[in-house]
């Protein structure tokens, strides 16, 4: 009797702690079932800082963990690996977010994977390094890509010549070119700013810097450093350009063995007949275009459309998105990802692109279709990648050198700033072929 109570008791014993061992099991379970992901919404009245969303989407990649773009669901949301940090994060930056159980994120993705959904869940796998071709000296303007890194709290390195021409460009995925003037006529600044104290100690800076490098010419020591870019896109990396640094970009390389600075930028005369030299086939996105040769005209080419801009009034001044099928052109739908699909027109000394300048291989992703103007294209060139957007800064319309800059807790929401960490983010995603 007494071994036979002393058994029972051990039985008892162990359905207990089996009984425990169940109960902690599915209470893990339901706190899982209940926690599993953080769903950060991109409408446009859901979320109160779209820019820093994508700084928090960066960290959480930085941090190892997993993520996916849920391209046209709510504005472009992305979903993330739950954890404390992340929502803390989140809270830090005062960026909207909601945590939804694994249940809850099934039926999401249920519903974008349906072929009757223009939507597509794309997997974000690395944070990409980044680098910002800039001046090292402060300039008398702003950049809008470094604002918004900044403000986004998305690291990056600045890099210029020098680190260039050592090959550095190779430790980075992104790459984005300041307003630069690859063609060495210092930002066409002439028939202003001669006399001005900034522009003559730029291009005395400038000068140095060429012979430091070994050029004789700012144009010789530009234009290798646009080939080096130019070599960095073709071999696999991401290039993102704005205003002056697209036009001027390929207008570099399409001169490539040709003087076409006159003499008060690099001591001699342009030469004469180099319209008959300018090789369209050596550029990324422009062709057929004409350069200006009057050395005081703050324009490189017929490219830019900014003294073309008929009858469109500041009021009036918007630029609509082009929409693709995100199930088969995901690459341009994630980099036209936004909470509308008009977006405010901002001027720059490239303002936008006359449309039969840009080639018929690139895609033109925002337009002002009634001007045919091209705002916002992108294109392949070899293994990497390009997008230029045109204009100065998407919240200052008419940025002059001096003035204050753009304060962007003013503009958490800006779907022209938008734009820009689209491509900051995209070189992340697992890229699939693309149709269009």
């Keep these: 009797m007494v071994f036979r109570f002393k058994n029972n008791i051990n039985k008892n014993n162990k359905l207990s702690v089996l009984s425990v061992i169940w109960t902690v099991l599915l209470l893990f379970a339901t706190q899982i079932s209940l926690a599993s992901f953080i769903l950060i919404p991109m409408d446009d009245v859901t979320q109160t800082n779209h820019l820093k969303a994508y700084g928090i989407t960066y960290w959480s990649l930085n941090k190892g963990n997993k993520a996916k773009w849920l391209l046209n669901y709510e504005g472009g949301s992305f979903l993330l690996e739950d954890n404390e940090a992340t929502r803390n994060e989140c ?19 249920a519903e974008i994977a349906s072929p009757s959904k223009n939507m597509e869940a794309v997997v974000l796998e690395k944070a990409p390094k980044i680098a910002v071709y800039s001046p090292k000296n402060k300039m008398p303007w702003d950049d ?53 104290p900034w522009y003559i100690e730029q291009k005395k800076n400038a000068e140095k810097l060429a012979t430091s490098l070994g050029y004789k010419k700012v144009s010789e020591e530009k234009l290798a450093v646009a080939l080096k870019i130019r070599d960095f896109v073709i071999g696999g990396g991401f290039m993102f350009a704005m ?9 570099a390389l399409s001169a490539e063995g040709t003087d076409i600075c006159e003499t008060m930028f690099d001591g001699d005369p342009s030469e004469l007949d180099y319209h008959n030299h300018i090789d369209f086939n050596k550029t990324f996105a422009f062709k057929n275009y004409t350069l200006v040769k009057n050395p005081e005209q703050y324009e490189f080419s017929s490219i830019d459309m900014s003294m073309k801009r008929k ?21 341009p739908t994630m980099l036209c990802q936004n909470h509308t699909m008009l977006v405010k027109g901002f001027m720059g000394q490239t303002t936008s692109f006359e449309r039969e300048s840009v080639k018929s291989n690139v895609l033109v992703m925002g337009e002002v279709e009634s001007n045919k103007e091209a705002r916002y294209i992108h294109g392949v060139k070899g293994k990497g ?15 002059r050198v001096g003035d204050p800059k753009t304060e962007l807790d003013l503009h958490p929401n800006s779907p022209g700033y938008r734009l820009i960490l689209n491509n900051v983010l995209f070189p992340a995603a697992k890229k699939k072929k693309q149709k269009t």
């Excluded at 604002?147 to 992104?174: C, G, H, N, R, S």
């Excluded at 002056?244 to 390929?250: G, I, K, L, M, R």
């Excluded at 009858?311 to 690459?331: C, H, M, N, Q, V």
């Design 91 to 109: 809270k830090i930056r005062g960026v909207t977010f909601n945590v939804i159980s694994d249940t809850e994120a099934a039926q999401i993705l």
């Design 144 to 196: 809008a890509v470094t604002m918004v890194l900044t403000y986004a709290e998305i690291p990056f390195d600045v890099v210029y010549d020098t680190e260039v021409l050592e090959e550095k460009l190779l430790l980075y995925e992104w790459l984005h070119l300041h307003h630069e003037d690859f063609t060495g006529q210092y930002g066409k600044f002439y028939g202003s700013y001669r006399r001005a």
């Design 243 to 251: 205003c002056s640094a697209t036009e001027s970009f390929d207008i």
């Design 311 to 331: 009858g469109i009034r500041r009021t009036a001044d918007y630029f609509s998105l082009k929409e693709y099928s995100a199930k088969w052109d995901p690459i």
């Design 385 to 399: 990648m390009f997008t230029f957007y045109g204009g100065h800064d998407p919240e200052d319309y008419q940025h």
